[in-house]
């Protein structure tokens, strides 16, 4: 078996294009350690203060609304010691990068979210946002923004420093947490729009599976744009057409997939999957009513990202998962991991192969379980996930997100050094949707059922 | 008649219907069921006083100026009377002509939003609305378009069953099998949704439903004129979202009908909502006022304020 030190080293070389050549203290702090997710706990902290303080004062001096926002709360780098002062470093809600204005101010509001100066960029008048992002990816930033079918989507501006960044963390997440599975002489499947095709974050990150692997094939060729989301949302005849060939594209991508299965099963290749689970789920479901199973065992792996409801009305566990593939595919579970993180982060928490926990990147990446009041909730309690992001150095990664986690100190499984989120992540939504009618049935049904909640 | 109807889009869209007979099956499935239970709720007094208007109604006086179109989005539709005196009146009271478009949209917005007191009521047209002071996300949503329409704004709803938005449901129903059948069938007839203004060339959400009292009490941000309600879109699903220019017909006999399944629990309902409107209040208060509210939300959630740059951008 190969050292893990030999193992992350020649991971290292094939990411070598998205090494900074002066380092920042973050990225030291994901470039150095052999595991990531094992550093001792002293040197884990060390390098984290280093990493988290160092952007702190960054941002405070380079971004101007976040220095306003620092001033507002009394709070300077001269304020941060130790980790403890951590939590004085103030929060951005994740909401603030979505309020963007429309027209033109789009690009003037992206600009000055942006830390630093900017080279110059030329706006026409008819520049919409597709428009306004490809003027910045010209003058060599990455502007990405979350999938999703809200109607606003989150967009962050993205120096190609922080960038690589992103992408160095994430292929060195995963393949840390498959050790020692992984290897160049692979082919793998990317169940995401293509990265080079697309704005969307969690697709673009993925460019580096070409780097790490001789041969990928893109699930979709072309790119869902919000608009056709938006429009297929619609009840009206256009949204019926958007959703059927959907459909019907769908069901080529499944068969397509299928026969790469065969392929790959019957030539005895190592293979790997990458993306959002619904697809491969889809896969899963044909092949289980075709009677049709495999069994590539150490053979292949699977890392997937976020997007774990598969129907409208039916979402299921990364855990019904992980066991449907190791019955559909013969896949084992160790080595069917989740990965979570979000737009507006470069640090990714992943699944260790014990026990399925999400471990966090701990020497750049500082998490806080916080409630309503912004204060830290205990280990195992509920509370809304937010981060300090020691990796973000072209936007203030401060951020509250909406999601809805737990924390605990250590894995309950494993013997990684890193604090965990319990597996399932759930999208925090407040009681907004407790709307007039929501009330109403909720009443409703608790004096039917008698109970009391 | 019926093209007419159709057009203006009084029939209801076909997933409506679709979710309506759903639900009247799952309903009655249920009813018949739980059927002694019913009974007992049924004959449960709860005492319900109505809460009191908020605001005065201004005088109607003639030559007052409205804008009468038979355009889409202007025009009367079901429920939905922007010619009605009381209409016009409080239209040209709010600045109606006056004010840009934007401004008097979003104080039509927040005069709904603030001073109609959110109360389970079967729908009936915005004059009653108006003069009663209480109605529910619905009558409210009436009344901002009715308001909207009158200053020639166009104006529509945008509705969605509930059914398609929960997911925390897990958590507080799941639990029992007989709570959870009851609440099944209920959300299928129960619409929630916002307003939607067309202004300077897009629409804009108006999420008139919930007072600021309310949301303060349930610990949510208050919305402004343009915010989404969060969380709700993203469990639509494809096909979930009704926009249409008209409430559908049928809709007030429905609504009529789901109130008489257990008058006691929808008084209980609105009193409930008459509480956490009087905490609200009373949390405001004490904490200095909205502002401060949204300051204090969520603690780390805040919203920096932006100074918005041009850096090296340069505009052609
Ligand atoms: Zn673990």
Same mark, same amino acid.
């Given at each position: 078996m190969i050292e893990k030190e030999e193992y992350i080293k020649k991971l290292h070389s094939y990411l070598k294009k998205y090494?900074?050549?002066? *380092?920042t203290p973050g990225e030291e702090a994901l470039y150095k350690p052999v595991d990531i997710y094992n550093v001792p706990k002293k040197e884990a902290e060390e390098y984290k203060y280093k990493s988290i303080k160092y952007i702190f004062k960054h941002h405070y001096e380079n971004n101007s609304f976040y220095h306003d926002y620092c001033k507002e709360n009394n709070v300077s780098p001269d304020d941060i010691k130790s980790i403890e002062d951590f939590n004085k470093i103030p929060l951005i809600a994740d909401k603030f990068f979505k309020s963007y204005p429309e027209g033109r101010e789009f690009a003037m509001w992206l600009a000055t979210l942006y830390t630093g100066e900017l080279p110059s960029i030329v706006i026409k008048k008819k520049d919409d946002h597709d428009g306004i992002i490809n003027k910045f990816r010209e003058a060599g930033l990455v502007v990405t923004y979350s999938s999703g079918t809200s109607g606003k989507h989150t967009f962050i501006p993205r120096s190609q420093r922080t960038f690589n960044a992103a992408e160095y963390a994430i292929a060195k997440s995963a393949i840390t947490m498959l050790y020692p599975e992984w290897e160049y002489d692979i082919n793998g499947y990317l169940l995401m729009p293509h990265p080079f095709k697309t704005n969307v974050f969690a697709g673009k990150v993925c460019g580096m599976y070409f780097d790490v692997i001789k041969d990928v094939r893109v699930a979709l060729e072309r790119e869902l744009s919000a608009d056709l989301i938006q429009q297929a949302m619609q009840t009206n005849l256009k949204g019926r057409v958007i959703r059927y060939a959907m459909q019907r594209e769908t069901n080529k991508i499944i068969d397509r997939i299928i026969n790469w299965l065969r392929k790959n099963d019957k030539e005895g290749n190592k293979i790997s999957f990458i993306g959002a689970p619904f697809l491969l789920y889809f896969v899963m479901e044909k092949l289980e009513k075709d009677g049709e199973y495999f069994n590539f065992g150490r053979k292949g792996s699977i890392v997937t990202g976020g !997007?774990?409801?598969?129907? +409208?009305d039916k979402r299921i566990s990364t855990e019904d998962f992980r066991k449907k593939v190791e019955e #559909? @595919? !013969? #896949? *084992?579970? +160790? @080595?069917c991991l989740d990965l979570y993180g979000m737009v507006e982060g470069n640090g990714w928490m992943t699944q260790c192969p014990e026990g399925h926990y999400l471990h966090v990147p701990n020497t750049y990446y500082h998490v806080r379980v916080i409630d309503e009041n912004g204060e830290d909730v205990a280990y195992g309690e509920k509370g809304r996930f937010a981060f300090l992001d020691g990796l973000a150095h072209s936007y203030p990664g401060f951020i509250v997100s909406g999601d809805e986690v737990r924390m605990y100190e250590e894995c309950p499984v494993c013997h990684r050094s890193t604090p965990v989120l319990a597996p399932e992540v759930k999208r925090a939504r407040g009681s907004e949707m407790r709307g007039c009618a929501e009330e109403m049935r909720r009443v409703l049904s608790m004096d039917m059922g008698g109970a009391d909640a | 008649m019926l093209r007419e109807w159709k057009e203006r889009e009084y029939i209801p869209p076909k997933n409506m219907v679709k979710l309506f007979v759903k639900g009247s099956f799952e309903l009655s499935k249920v009813m018949l069921k739980n059927f002694t239970k019913l009974k007992k709720v049924r004959q449960e007094k709860v005492i319900y006083r109505p809460p009191k208007r908020m605001y005065e109604i201004p005088e109607y006086k003639p030559g007052m100026k409205v804008v009468r179109s038979d355009e889409k989005y202007l025009r009367p539709t079901l429920f939905c009377n922007p010619y009605a005196k009381e209409i016009i009146a409080l239209a040209n009271h709010l600045g109606a002509f006056e004010k840009e478009p934007y401004e008097y949209a979003n104080d039509v917005f927040e005069f709904v939003k603030r001073n109609v007191i959110l109360q389970i009521v079967p729908i009936d047209g915005v004059v009653a609305t108006l003069k009663r002071g209480y109605g529910s996300c619905i009558h409210k949503i009436s009344l901002f378009i009715a308001l909207c329409r009158a200053a020639g704004i166009k104006a529509r709803y945008k509705l969605y069953a509930l059914t398609v938005i929960d997911q925390w449901y897990d958590t507080f129903i799941n639990v029992d099998p007989i709570m959870r059948e009851w609440y099944d069938a209920m959300g299928y007839f129960m619409l929630h949704g916002e307003g939607e203004a067309y202004v300077d060339g897009k629409w804009v959400v108006a999420d008139v439903g919930p007072t600021p009292e309310r949301q303060v009490a349930s610990g949510i941000p208050i919305t402004k004129f343009g915010d989404d309600s969060i969380g709700i879109w993203a469990d639509a699903i494809p096909g979930g979202i009704m926009r249409t220019e008209s409430l559908p017909l049928g809709m007030g006999f429905l609504s009529k009908l789901m109130m008489n399944i257990s008058p006691g629990s929808i008084a209980r309902m609105n009193n409930n909502v008459i509480n956490m409107y009087e905490k609200g209040k009373k949390m405001l208060e004490e904490m200095g006022g909205e502002e401060e509210y949204m300051k204090k939300m969520g603690g780390g959630m805040k919203m920096p304020t932006m100074k918005l740059e041009k850096k090296g951008i340069i505009f052609e």
């Amino acid at each position: 078996m190969i050292e893990k030190e030999e193992y992350i080293k020649k991971l290292h070389s094939y990411l070598k294009k998205y090494v900074a050549s002066d *380092p920042t203290p973050g990225e030291e702090a994901l470039y150095k350690p052999v595991d990531i997710y094992n550093v001792p706990k002293k040197e884990a902290e060390e390098y984290k203060y280093k990493s988290i303080k160092y952007i702190f004062k960054h941002h405070y001096e380079n971004n101007s609304f976040y220095h306003d926002y620092c001033k507002e709360n009394n709070v300077s780098p001269d304020d941060i010691k130790s980790i403890e002062d951590f939590n004085k470093i103030p929060l951005i809600a994740d909401k603030f990068f979505k309020s963007y204005p429309e027209g033109r101010e789009f690009a003037m509001w992206l600009a000055t979210l942006y830390t630093g100066e900017l080279p110059s960029i030329v706006i026409k008048k008819k520049d919409d946002h597709d428009g306004i992002i490809n003027k910045f990816r010209e003058a060599g930033l990455v502007v990405t923004y979350s999938s999703g079918t809200s109607g606003k989507h989150t967009f962050i501006p993205r120096s190609q420093r922080t960038f690589n960044a992103a992408e160095y963390a994430i292929a060195k997440s995963a393949i840390t947490m498959l050790y020692p599975e992984w290897e160049y002489d692979i082919n793998g499947y990317l169940l995401m729009p293509h990265p080079f095709k697309t704005n969307v974050f969690a697709g673009k990150v993925c460019g580096m599976y070409f780097d790490v692997i001789k041969d990928v094939r893109v699930a979709l060729e072309r790119e869902l744009s919000a608009d056709l989301i938006q429009q297929a949302m619609q009840t009206n005849l256009k949204g019926r057409v958007i959703r059927y060939a959907m459909q019907r594209e769908t069901n080529k991508i499944i068969d397509r997939i299928i026969n790469w299965l065969r392929k790959n099963d019957k030539e005895g290749n190592k293979i790997s999957f990458i993306g959002a689970p619904f697809l491969l789920y889809f896969v899963m479901e044909k092949l289980e009513k075709d009677g049709e199973y495999f069994n590539f065992g150490r053979k292949g792996s699977i890392v997937t990202g976020g !997007g774990w409801k598969i129907y +409208e009305d039916k979402r299921i566990s990364t855990e019904d998962f992980r066991k449907k593939v190791e019955e #559909i @595919l !013969g #896949i *084992p579970q +160790e @080595l069917c991991l989740d990965l979570y993180g979000m737009v507006e982060g470069n640090g990714w928490m992943t699944q260790c192969p014990e026990g399925h926990y999400l471990h966090v990147p701990n020497t750049y990446y500082h998490v806080r379980v916080i409630d309503e009041n912004g204060e830290d909730v205990a280990y195992g309690e509920k509370g809304r996930f937010a981060f300090l992001d020691g990796l973000a150095h072209s936007y203030p990664g401060f951020i509250v997100s909406g999601d809805e986690v737990r924390m605990y100190e250590e894995c309950p499984v494993c013997h990684r050094s890193t604090p965990v989120l319990a597996p399932e992540v759930k999208r925090a939504r407040g009681s907004e949707m407790r709307g007039c009618a929501e009330e109403m049935r909720r009443v409703l049904s608790m004096d039917m059922g008698g109970a009391d909640a | 008649m019926l093209r007419e109807w159709k057009e203006r889009e009084y029939i209801p869209p076909k997933n409506m219907v679709k979710l309506f007979v759903k639900g009247s099956f799952e309903l009655s499935k249920v009813m018949l069921k739980n059927f002694t239970k019913l009974k007992k709720v049924r004959q449960e007094k709860v005492i319900y006083r109505p809460p009191k208007r908020m605001y005065e109604i201004p005088e109607y006086k003639p030559g007052m100026k409205v804008v009468r179109s038979d355009e889409k989005y202007l025009r009367p539709t079901l429920f939905c009377n922007p010619y009605a005196k009381e209409i016009i009146a409080l239209a040209n009271h709010l600045g109606a002509f006056e004010k840009e478009p934007y401004e008097y949209a979003n104080d039509v917005f927040e005069f709904v939003k603030r001073n109609v007191i959110l109360q389970i009521v079967p729908i009936d047209g915005v004059v009653a609305t108006l003069k009663r002071g209480y109605g529910s996300c619905i009558h409210k949503i009436s009344l901002f378009i009715a308001l909207c329409r009158a200053a020639g704004i166009k104006a529509r709803y945008k509705l969605y069953a509930l059914t398609v938005i929960d997911q925390w449901y897990d958590t507080f129903i799941n639990v029992d099998p007989i709570m959870r059948e009851w609440y099944d069938a209920m959300g299928y007839f129960m619409l929630h949704g916002e307003g939607e203004a067309y202004v300077d060339g897009k629409w804009v959400v108006a999420d008139v439903g919930p007072t600021p009292e309310r949301q303060v009490a349930s610990g949510i941000p208050i919305t402004k004129f343009g915010d989404d309600s969060i969380g709700i879109w993203a469990d639509a699903i494809p096909g979930g979202i009704m926009r249409t220019e008209s409430l559908p017909l049928g809709m007030g006999f429905l609504s009529k009908l789901m109130m008489n399944i257990s008058p006691g629990s929808i008084a209980r309902m609105n009193n409930n909502v008459i509480n956490m409107y009087e905490k609200g209040k009373k949390m405001l208060e004490e904490m200095g006022g909205e502002e401060e509210y949204m300051k204090k939300m969520g603690g780390g959630m805040k919203m920096p304020t932006m100074k918005l740059e041009k850096k090296g951008i340069i505009f052609e």
